[in-house]
């Protein structure tokens, strides 16, 4: 019987013990105050509230453009820079491309201040190297001499021979 009672006791001492650990008590920090439930109640509602969000988000509608698209749109945008500023469409792309193709941001940057966003974007009030009105020039790269129809200048004004011009 001793065996038994030792069981018994051994049984008791481990339910205590997990009593201990598991109580209910103040001491585990979760208290039952009827004035914390209060702060947890939840209200049930019926209604679904998902559609009223989505009602009232913005939604955007997006065009997707084809590569031929964007380039006849880049196009048109170098164009109307070229003839509303009167420069070259270089000059335009030039531009387009410092304002991330904002043709209003052009707009209204060049018409405030035109030699400021000149100066910005790197472009020149004239050639570098003067364009000569002489019938034959030299090329800058190859240094032959060729007729004036055959030459053609970078932005900077220096002029290049067809065959040059082609490789760069």
């Known amino acids: 019987m001793d065996s038994e009672e030792e069981l018994d006791m ?4 481990a339910e205590s013990a997990e009593d201990d650990f598991y109580s209910g008590g103040e001491e585990d ?80 940057e060049w018409f405030a201040d035109e030699e400021k966003v000149r100066k ?11 364009f000569p009105d002489g019938r034959e020039m030299t090329c800058g790269i190859c240094f032959e001499t060729y007729p004036s129809d055959r030459l053609l200048a970078a932005a900077c004004g220096h002029p290049f021979c067809n065959s040059c011009w082609a490789v760069l």
């Open 10 to 13: 051994q049984d008791a001492a």
């Open 29 to 108: 920090g979760f208290d039952s105050d009827d004035a914390d439930v209060a702060d947890y109640e939840f209200i049930d509602n019926d209604s679904d509230d998902s559609d009223d969000l989505v009602s009232h988000r913005h939604q955007q509608n997006y065009t997707v453009l084809s590569e031929e698209d964007i380039r006849q749109r880049q196009d048109d945008d170098v164009t109307r820079i070229a003839t509303v500023l009167s420069i070259s469409k270089v000059a335009a792309s030039i531009l387009l491309r410092h304002y991330n193709w904002s043709v209003s941001k052009v707009h209204d």
């Open 120 to 130: 910005a974007v790197g472009l020149l009030e004239e050639p570098a190297v003067p």
